[in-house]
């Protein structure tokens, strides 16, 4: 998990995973960054099968840079800021969405107004 110690809310993220440790049998491999560059420069390769990236602000300025680096090791990513579909990995609902062809209650409402 990549996340900024000194961000109260990444913090939380982090204890909150760690009681479904034992419950779902896994281990959470922490990664902590202060600053963006650190974030810029991690490494995922035999480390980790997959990344989950905190809610950190300096994590998520770094998140295409991540991202790039754990595909590369053909690693999971997974984000609550949903920023990797607007950077180059489209999730085929949200072009849907944007396209007003979704079932959502937001495509419903696009559509009215028009």
Partial sequence: MVYNELEPDSLKQVEELRPSEGQYGFQTVR???????EARSLTFAGKADAVLISVSATA????????KAAHGSKILTISQTGAPARKGHPDPRAERHRAGRGR????????ERR
């Fill in 104 to 111: 959502c209650p937001h495509d419903r409402a696009a559509a």
């Fill in 31 to 37: 990664m902590a960054v202060k600053r963006v560059d």
């Fill in 60 to 67: 998520n300025e770094a998140l295409p840079e991540i991202v």
